[in-house]
Structure formats: structure tokens, C-alpha cells
Nanobody
């Protein structure tokens, strides 16, 4: 069973940066596509970014494109989300997810098989 644990969330001022990490255990991540999603208070969970199993292809929500970068280190069984130029509207609980998939990165949360518990990101204005 694959287990995912997010870390790196916190409180930051608008314009600041954070790097989230998603550490996997139980299985190697090298055959999983990975994604980051978020849920803001009172809203549905939404797609943020995804990366293919090799790290060669990425996909971003329009709202974070140019500010966030997803990456992975399969040797460390870890996926990252570098978040720059943070805005108050980025405030949410951020989740990483894994999909047993060797195709293109996917933004549909329903296709992901494993989820972490989330890490809170709060951006103050």
C-alpha cells in the first residue's frame, strides 16, 4: 500500500514562497503519475499541478502557471511543489496524490488512487 505524507505548509505573506514536499512509503513512486490538489474553505478540491512518472511532462492549472513548479525525485521517493509569488487566494489545504499510470499527467482528481492527508498553506495579505 502506497502512503503519502505532505509537509512544508505554513503561514507566509503575499509575495512569499513555500516548498511543499510529498514523501512516499510502501512502494516506489517511479511508476506513478503524481499530482497536487488543493481545497480552500467552502470550495471543492481543485487541481493545481501534475507530473508524469518520469518527470518529463508537467501540467498546471491556469491560476498557478508561471508561479508554481512541480518536480519529483524518484530516487528519494518524493514529489515537490515550489510555490512562488503566493497570493491570498492560494490559501488552502494542499494534497498530493498518486496514480498508477505511465501516461500523461492528469488533472482529474477522480483518476488518482492514493492521497495524502494534506498540509495547510495560509497566505496573508
Amino acid at each position: 500500500q502506497l502512503q503519502l505524507v505532505e509537509s512544508g505548509g505554513g503561514l507566509v505573506q503575499a509575495g512569499g514562497s513555500l516548498r511543499l514536499s510529498c514523501a512516499a512509503s510502501g512502494r516506489t513512486l517511479s511508476s506513478y503519475g503524481m499530482g497536487w490538489f488543493r481545497r480552500a474553505p467552502g470550495k471543492e478540491r481543485e487541481f493545481v499541478a501534475a507530473i508524469s512518472w518520469s518527470g518529463g511532462t508537467t501540467n498546471y492549472a491556469d491560476s498557478v502557471k508561471g508561479r508554481f513548479t512541480i518536480s519529483r525525485d524518484n530516487a528519494k521517493n518524493t514529489v515537490y511543489l515550489q510555490m512562488n509569488s503566493l497570493k491570498p487566494e492560494d490559501t488552502a489545504n494542499y494534497y498530493c496524490a498518486a496514480r498508477a499510470w505511465l501516461g500523461q499527467p492528469n488533472s482529474d482528481l477522480a483518476t488518482y488512487d492514493y492521497w495524502g492527508q494534506g498540509t495547510q498553506v495560509t497566505v496573508s495579505s
